[in-house]
């Protein structure tokens, strides 16, 4: 057995295909460490100008903008919700799932990072998009 990530447990061959979907969808491997907290720190400085804040989960992290979940950090990786708002921003963007299972959100490469108010604007037209929580 090898271990996972969120307290997965993979059989060796799974283990695998996790490797190769990570390499698939250009997502960081580096022996699957988790999200580096200076990653988030560096998006959370590119986005600023925006309500955002991020929290810890299993590793990784999920990033909120005015309290609604528009992205997760994985694998040092910025993940971006689909929605039909974002979709003009998001072009040329790849798809991917941010962990097994999950369904495709935007893959966000590191050089897109570095375009602050791209980001502040696709981060905030997606989290406009969402639906409040309900309580």
């Not at 022996?31 to 200076?38: D, E, L, P, V, W």
């Amino acid at each position: 057995m090898v271990s996972g990530t969120k307290g997965q447990r993979f059989e060796s061959s799974q283990a695998h295909q996790y490797r190769l979907y990570l390499e698939e969808y250009n997502v960081c491997y580096d022996n699957h460490m988790s999200t580096k907290s200076q990653t988030a720190d560096f998006i959370l400085e590119q986005l600023g100008g925006l309500k955002v804040r991020v929290r810890k989960m299993f590793g990784e992290y999920a990033l909120y903008c005015d309290e609604k979940l528009p992205a997760f950090i994985c694998d040092d990786t910025l993940f971006v919700k689909i929605v039909d708002a974002n979709e003009g921003l998001a072009s040329g963007l790849a798809k991917g799932p941010c962990y097994p299972g999950s369904k495709d959100y935007y893959i966000v490469p590191g050089e897109r990072l570095e375009d602050n108010a791209w980001l502040q604007s696709i981060i905030q037209t997606t989290s406009d998009s969402l639906p409040l929580k309900k309580r």
